[in-house]
């Protein structure tokens, strides 16, 4: 059954809406404007409460998109399709997948993307691996396309930002978010604390 709100579930739906209003100061900060139908790759998406973010700005007004989450954890993926899979509208292509998505490089059949986002970036859980995630995720973009972070924590944000640098991504836009809600579970965290993007030439 379609739900009577598209996208909502309970208990996320006022940090998704905080996120939906950092996204678009990002992406007029960054003067990027999504080509229709948009490809979208979200990365580490766990159970991807920001598929409806995603959609609403990327595809407003129930346009096409086509958009691919992928998480290790084969559970939140389930949890995702189960969400967000039955919201879509016509044209509307959600796919969720389980996989480590620090080899999309070896994932077949995927197309390039005009925007990569990956919400709550995990840097510092293990830097080798997420530089890797990096690194093909700046490689399975289209020319003009974006990737976006967003991160729980300031020296994380810098840590990725500058990873992100190296592998030559250039800032097109980073800001501390406003209005962000904190976490008591570890100090100085708090939801989608910053958003940054980039654009890459090859
Ligand atoms: C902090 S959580 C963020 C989840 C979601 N994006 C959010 O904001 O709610 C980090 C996620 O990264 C995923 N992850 C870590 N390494 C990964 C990898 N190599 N491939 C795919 N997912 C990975 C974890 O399973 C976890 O769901």
Redesign the pocket.
């Known amino acids: 059954m379609r739900p009577a709100r598209p996208f909502s579930f309970p208990g996320i739906d006022q940090d998704v809406a905080r996120l939906g209003r950092l996204l678009n100061l990002g992406l007029k900060a960054a003067a990027w404007a999504p080509t229709a139908p948009p490809a979208v790759l ?9 598929t409806g973010v995603l959609v609403e700005t990327l595809a407003p007004r129930g346009a096409p998109l086509f958009l691919l989450g ?4 084969a559970a ?1 993926i389930e949890e995702a399709r189960a969400r967000w899979v039955p919201a879509r509208g016509p044209g509307q292509d959600l796919a969720f997948r389980s ?5 999309v490089d070896r994932m077949r059949q995927l197309p390039r993307f005009d925007f990569v986002f ?5 840097f510092w ?2 830097p080798e ?2 530089t890797r ?1 990096y690194r093909h995720a700046l490689g399975a973009l289209k020319p003009d396309g974006c990737l976006a972070i ?1 991160s ?1 924590f300031d020296r994380e944000h810098e840590l990725a930002g500058a990873c992100l640098r190296q592998l030559g991504a250039t800032p097109v836009a980073d800001l501390p978010h406003p209005a962000s809600r904190r976490l008591n579970d570890a100090p100085g965290k708090s939801v989608d604390r910053h958003l940054a993007i980039f654009r890459h030439s090859p």
């Open positions: 979200n990365l580490a998406c766990g159970r991807a409460d920001e992928i998480d290790l954890r939140e996989g480590d998505a620090s080899r990956i919400r709550h970036q995990n859980h293990d691996v997420w995630l967003t729980y």
